[in-house]
């Protein structure tokens, strides 16, 4: 009331008083009988009473504005996949389907009409009403350039050849075509802001972000806007081969410089990179389609700092209108999206996580990532109930600030799903050395425990580490015999073998596996006594030393990765120990990989070698 009463418009805070006279007695029974109690509040002796309680002389103070303070947002947090088929909300599907309708319907009538079969654009779906295709070619033209290119080529009249038309089309609408919302689906927050939200948990609060893109659409506002929203301060670059062609279309915070990936290398300015954004404008441009990927991704790893992203934005197919107009125009979206993974990992990158539409575009997460150990992690267990870590925590960020680049910390919420651990976390990293916390949040009602040396967290972490148990030595190497002769989901049947213990029930299990997913005909008995060979042999590969040695040098390819891991700290050598049983020199070349894929990922490279060893 004290407050209430002032004429000023402000924030005020009650600092002191003068007295308070109370009677609990009083006070209690009034609010028994009446939570409502009636105040009243003389301002000129500045007194407020009710029944059982007055305060005199209450003395308040304007609260001071804060600086710099953030806008408040509003955010929905749930648990979103890395690997996700079909990344979309259903009311962003539910448009998207709608202009593939009203557009496949156009063309269709377009293609009869020129005495041509227009069924197989329909893409399954029913023919729009006048009244959808009407609104949508009422809408603004650049949004929705796919149909209202279809459209005009209908009203070409003058021009007699068909495919004549349709050049017409492309050419008056080309710099429209790439702001088509069929050509930025993954622009949609439900597939962008995930991936973005994972660079920003993994990278320093200052980020450097550069965006490759020949397109005259630019997704800069889009990525900043979302980057920010993670507490990121973005220095952001557009990389563009013709910067005249964008006019006033980029704002001004915005630094743009000119580079033609399509001909050369990355220009020396750009280095240090934390996240480097690629749009792929194969689809649409005829220019496009010669662009050396392999070129390409060496610029991108050159220019991206260790630990940084890419993130790359494709087209894995196309839809029936857009396969009319550029299929005519011998463009295809093609295996563009596995042709850019498979040449990215074998220069090096690794991939963090995969998205697509459900239709025809599909985003990649890569990062140039380095190897870590476990035990350059600290992790530390944090609690709802007990506060004791709290100086924990204090400590050890002080102690992560000291050490090299890599060494976090880490949070484990383990006690119950309601502890506030991600806005917790959320605070902390705005926090000096904030860039170092990170956490493992278990929303389920039991504890378990985390270990980076174990799976699943082995492959969450990322990490390759020597050590390791004889346990995961023998799910290992019953995982590599399966997939020798069955298709199984690797990570998946990795995880269920870990959970058994014993090495028999184990094997019993990896053979139920195998049957399950019809493996040639044999014996459950001697498939478990295979498995179990199998795991022996292996095993032994390490440790294997000739009894005597050979004449001649030895030219060794082997994969970067074990195949199986030594259960103690014993490293296993680079050349297998061959240069101790030979007379000449060992030469080792090593290709990224491990022994289940390196072959596969750089064939073309091995094959080289081999070529020019033997002729």
């Known amino acids: 009331m004290t407050i209430l009463s002032r004429n000023t418009r402000a924030l005020f805070l009650p600092v002191r008083f003068q007295c308070v006279r109370c009677d609990p007695r009083v006070l209690l029974s009034e609010v028994e009988q009446n939570p409502e109690l009636p105040v009243a509040f003389d301002y000129r002796i500045n007194v407020c009473a009710t029944k059982g309680l007055e305060i005199k002389g209450v003395r308040c103070n304007i609260a001071p504005r804060r600086t710099g303070a953030q806008l408040a947002v509003l955010e929905k947090y749930d648990f979103i996949p890395y690997n996700e088929e079909c990344a979309l909300t259903n009311a962003d599907k539910q448009e998207i389907e709608e202009y593939i309708q009203v557009t496949s319907t156009v063309t269709r009538k377009l293609l009869e009409a020129n005495g041509r079969s227009g069924a197989e654009f329909m893409n399954g779906f029913k023919d729009a009403s006048e009244d959808q295709i009407k609104r949508y070619l009422d809408a603004d033209p650049t949004d929705f350039a796919l149909l209202h290119t279809v459209n005009d080529i209908k009203s070409y009249d003058n021009v007699k050849d068909f495919e004549e038309k349709v050049q017409k089309g492309l050419m008056r609408h080309r710099r429209e075509l790439p702001k088509d919302i069929l050509a930025n689906v993954y622009l949609r927050e439900r597939i962008l802001r995930p991936s973005l939200d994972v660079v920003a948990e993994n990278s320093s609060k200052f980020l450097n972000v550069l965006e490759v893109n020949a397109s005259p659409l630019t997704m800069s506002q889009t990525v900043k806007n979302f980057l920010e929203l993670s507490g990121a301060s973005v220095n952001y670059t557009l990389a563009h081969p013709s910067p005249a062609d964008l006019g006033n279309s980029v704002s001004k915070d915005i630094s743009v410089t000119e580079w033609n ?33 392999q070129a390409l991704l060496n610029s991108m790893y050159t220019i991206t700092k260790t630990n940084g992203f890419v993130l790359a934005f494709l087209r894995h197919g196309l839809t029936g209108p857009e396969r009319f107009l550029y299929d005519t125009n011998k463009q295809s979206a093609g295996k563009r999206v596995e042709e850019f993974k498979s040449k990215a990992l074998e220069i090096g990158f690794s991939l963090v996580a995969q998205k697509a539409d459900g239709m025809s575009s599909t985003t990649l997460l890569l990062r140039k990532a380095t190897d870590k150990k476990a035990e350059d992690q600290t992790l530390l267990p944090v609690s709802s109930e007990k506060f004791e870590w709290v100086e924990e925590l204090k400590n050890a960020l002080k102690e992560c600030a000291k050490k090299p680049e890599g060494h976090n910390l880490w949070l484990i919420a383990n006690d119950k799903p309601t502890n506030g651990i991600i806005g917790f976390v959320n605070c902390l990293r705005q926090e000096p050395n904030g860039d170092r916390i990170r956490c493992i949040f278990n929303l389920g009602t039991s504890k378990i425990n985390i270990d980076f040396r174990k799976s699943p967290f082995t492959e969450q972490y990322g990490e390759k580490v020597q050590a390791v148990s004889e346990e995961q030595q023998h799910t290992e190497a019953l995982v590599l015999l399966l997939t020798q002769y069955v298709s199984i989901d690797y990570a998946k049947t990795k995880s269920d073998l870990l959970e058994i213990h014993d090495i028999e029930a184990r094997n019993i299990r990896a053979t139920e596996i195998y049957l399950d997913n019809k493996g040639p005909r044999c014996e459950p008995e001697a498939i478990a006594f295979a498995a179990q060979a199998f795991y022996q042999k292996v095993k032994m590969l390490h440790g294997y030393k000739t009894s005597k040695k050979f004449d001649g040098n030895v030219f060794l390819i082997r994969a970067e990765e074990l195949l199986m891991k030594n259960v103690d700290d014993t490293p296993v050598l680079q050349d297998y120990g061959i240069s101790e049983v030979i ?14 894929t390196f072959i596969v990922n750089n064939l073309k490279a091995i094959a080289s070698i081999l070529n020019d060893k033997l002729c």
């Not at 792929?280 to 990927?293: P, R």
């Not at 007379?583 to 289940?596: A, D, P, Y």
């Open 261 to 293: 990936f399509l001909k050369s290398s990355a220009p020396s300015e750009l280095n240090n990179i934390d996240l480097v954004l690629y749009k792929d404008i194969s689809t649409y441009s005829t220019t496009a389609n010669g662009v050396d990927l």
């Open 583 to 596: 007379t000449g020199e060992c030469t080792v070349r090593t290709f990224k990989g491990n022994h289940k």
